[in-house]
T-cell receptor, first 112, second 112 residues
Framework: SAVISQKPSRDICQRGTSLTIQCQVDSQVTMMFWYRQQPGQSLTLIATANQGSEATYESGFVIDKFPISRPNLTFSTLTVSNMSPEDSSIYLC?????????FGPGTRLTVL | AQSVTQLDSHVSVSEGTPVLLRCNYSSSYSPSLFWYVQHPNKGLQLLLKYTSAATLVKGINGFEAEFKKSETSFHLTKPSAHMSDAAEYFCVVSENDYKLSFGAGTTVTVRA
């Protein structure tokens, strides 16, 4: 398995601002993923982030709104830009090891 | 295309009685199937996975699931519920080894 940490664990932000979420894993992994879990709902994949290439975004998510960095094999960031209350969610990163994805604890974001 | 339907949004059981969480999947290929659990304000934890080996899969904390291709089902069971089993459970399907599709989730309540 993998040990994954995220920072911050939670934040309250004002609309129109941006927040960068960090994800750190304790081993080198090729594939990292970012998910969104809106209140009371299931998880939706935002994008796949492979080291050394541009992130691949799922339908409904765009790079201008959710820019992602993947500078090395153990770290990634997700920025939520120009936030609105609709962005209030839990954001989770995950990594793929062999045939299983492991998830970080999540970042709980509230936008006022 | 892959998708998952969790047939119960909420399940309530008494402590010490069996738990059954139902999941049906749709997949064009031979899928991998997973059950994850999410305790309140905590991250996702892998309970068990099916990846084309034995159809009866045993997981952590006494949970098990049976893959039934003819019924396209992957139901999760536990013979005796414990108070600590109260959580949200997600059935997940993956066709291509990295993109996960989550079910809507089943909330389990355990009565003393």
């Amino acid at each position: 398995s993998a040990v994954i940490s995220q920072k911050p664990s939670r934040d309250i932000c004002q609309r129109g601002t941006s927040l960068t979420i960090q994800c750190q894993v304790d081993s080198q992994v090729t594939m990292m993923f970012w998910y969104r879990q809106q209140p009371g709902q299931s998880l939706t994949l935002i994008a796949t982030a492979n080291q050394g290439s541009e992130a691949t975004y799922e339908s409904g998510f765009v790079i201008d709104k959710f820019p992602i960095s993947r500078p090395n094999l153990t770290f990634s960031t997700l920025t939520v830009s120009n936030m609105s209350p609709e962005d209030s969610s839990i954001y989770l990163c995950s990594v793929k090891l062999t045939d299983t994805q492991y998830f970080g604890p999540g970042t709980r974001l509230t936008v006022l | 295309a892959q998708s998952v339907t969790q047939l119960d949004s909420h399940v309530s059981v008494s402590e010490g009685t069996p738990v059954l969480l139902r999941c049906n999947y749709s997949s064009s290929y031979s899928p991998s199937l997973f059950w994850y659990v999410q305790h309140p304000n905590k991250g996702l934890q892998l309970l068990l996975k099916y990846t084309s080996a034995a159809t009866l899969v045993k997981g952590i904390n006494g949970f098990e699931a049976e893959f039934k291709k003819s019924e396209t089902s992957f139901h999760l069971t536990k013979p005796s519920a414990h108070m600590s089993d109260a959580a949200e459970y997600f059935c997940v399907v993956s066709e291509n080894d990295y993109k996960l599709s989550f079910g809507a989730g089943t909330t389990v309540t355990v009565r003393a």
